[in-house]
């Protein structure tokens, strides 16, 4: 960069130079005709014109300098990430993704208790199980007391609002063959839903409420990118479960 910029200097200083020739070869004629007109004219593209095209193409190089220090090393990062989209919600609206949401052979969700999320998405759940297609559930231990009673005190409930509320949703959300619950006896810090091609995770606010978070969209982009990681930790805590279901409610 700075032997660029000592070059647009020298092709400045340059233009300057041609321009007082151009200026003094204007003052040779003694009528304003045409050869002085151009002489004026030409003076005055190398005076102005030529320096400020210069300086622009230099900002510009400066601007593009700052894109590729600042910016490129964040592509960078998300690119062996895998990371391609980050969200308000769960893309549910988006037709790619609801296609992948029914084919997919690969499907794990990890909730707390999955309530809005099973309400609000039935329609594709029931069009997943009518191509034959399993969904695997990780859900929050409701049999766990003390859990249970810290989720409920942290979130500003009273009794046994959590264990009745994961208990209803197996009851009404998940009675189907195809549909295996598994249940969590640790907190779980985030919700995460895997399918063949994508991964998508969202953390839980620490304080008491509820509010809008943001959700990462990864791509299966190997065995070295997050895809990957996020698949094999979610296998390991559905094999490890602390009990799984296998009698519905």
């Known amino acids: 960069m700075k032997d660029v910029l000592k070059n647009k200097k020298a092709t400045s200083g340059i233009s300057f130079g041609i321009g007082f020739a151009f200026l003094y070869f204007s003052t040779l004629f003694q009528d304003q005709g045409f050869g002085k007109q151009i002489c ?56 790619k993704f609801r296609n992948e949401f029914v084919v ?32 695997n559930v990780i859900l929050l231990d409701y049999n766990n007391s003390k859990l249970m009673e810290i989720l409920t005190k942290k979130n500003g409930h009273e009794g046994n609002y959590y264990k009745d509320k994961i208990a209803d949703v197996i009851k009404y959300h998940l009675s189907n063959d195809r549909i295996h619950v598994h249940l969590n006896s640790f907190y779980n810090t985030m919700a995460i839903l895997v399918t063949d091609n ?46 799984g279901l296998d009698e519905k409610l």
Do not use: W
């Open 198 to 243: 994508y991964a998508i995770i969202s953390l839980y606010r620490e304080a008491l409420g509820k509010g809008k978070v943001p959700h990462f969209v990864f791509k299966n982009n190997g065995s070295d990118g997050e895809y990957a990681k996020i698949l094999r930790d979610v296998k390991e805590l559905y094999n490890n479960r602390s009990n």
């Open 40 to 95: 004026e004219s030409l003076a005055q593209v190398f005076f102005i014109a030529i320096p400020v095209t210069f300086i622009t193409s230099y900002l510009s190089d400066c601007s593009t300098e700052n894109l590729i220090k600042n910016f490129l090393p964040i592509c960078n990062k998300c690119q062996q990430y895998g990371l391609i989209d980050i969200l308000d919600c769960f893309p549910m609206e988006d037709e």
């Open 104 to 135: 997919s052979k690969e499907f794990i969700l990890v909730m707390n208790d999955g309530k809005q999320f099973f309400s609000n998405n039935s329609e594709l759940i029931d069009k997943r199980l009518k191509n034959e297609r399993e969904i």
